[in-house]
């Protein structure tokens, strides 16, 4: 958050925000402390400290603070959360909590794996569908 802090006077109401993975846990850690609400915040297979998850143990620094639901809400107009069926990395079942917590709908793809190259996803087309009547 201290690194965080130096970009903080950048955000405003037009900042849309996209985290992806251990990113997407950080976002939330973020949103919770602004004081303006963004336009949207985008989470892409983000760890929740639920099992199971490859790394457990080293996301569990940011995956086990409370998160504080009622602030992350109000201060971002539009969520989105991305998860994939097989996601090798992150259970689903964390893209499933964190769309409840947030009272929306999960995006599940089937065959996205952690929405990286290594599980061959170079290209998100679902991500810039939601993204550009943002913009």
């Given at each position: 958050?201290?690194?965080?802090?130096?970009?903080?006077?950048?955000?405003d109401?037009?900042?849309?925000?996209?985290?992806?993975?251990?990113?997407?846990?950080?976002l939330?850690?973020?949103?919770?402390?602004?004081?303006?609400?963004?336009?949207?915040?985008?989470?892409?297979?983000?760890?929740?400290?639920?099992?199971?998850?490859?790394?457990?143990?080293?996301?569990?620094?940011?995956?086990?603070?409370?998160?504080?639901?009622?602030?992350?809400?109000?201060?971002?107009?539009?969520?989105?959360?991305?998860?994939?069926?097989?996601?090798?990395?992150i259970?689903?079942?964390?893209?499933?909590?964190?769309?409840?917590?947030?009272?929306?709908?999960?995006?599940?793809?089937?065959?996205?794996?952690?929405?990286?190259?290594?599980?061959?996803?170079?290209?998100?087309?679902?991500?810039?569908?939601?993204?550009?009547?943002?913009?």
């Amino acid at each position: 958050m201290k690194v965080f802090a130096r970009y903080e006077k950048l955000v405003d109401s037009k900042t849309i925000f996209i985290g992806h993975s251990l990113g997407g846990t950080f976002l939330l850690s973020v949103l919770a402390q602004l004081s303006c609400r963004v336009r949207a915040a985008f989470f892409i297979a983000p760890p929740l400290g639920i099992l199971p998850t490859k790394f457990y143990k080293t996301d569990l620094p940011f995956t086990r603070a409370p998160y504080r639901w009622s602030r992350i809400k109000m201060h971002c107009r539009k969520f989105y959360v991305f998860h994939s069926e097989d996601d090798t990395f992150i259970s689903v079942k964390n893209g499933r909590k964190l769309a409840k917590s947030l009272g929306i709908k999960l995006h599940l793809e089937k065959t996205a794996g952690h929405f990286n190259a290594i599980a061959g996803y170079k290209k998100f087309d679902m991500l810039l569908k939601k993204l550009r009547p943002l913009l």
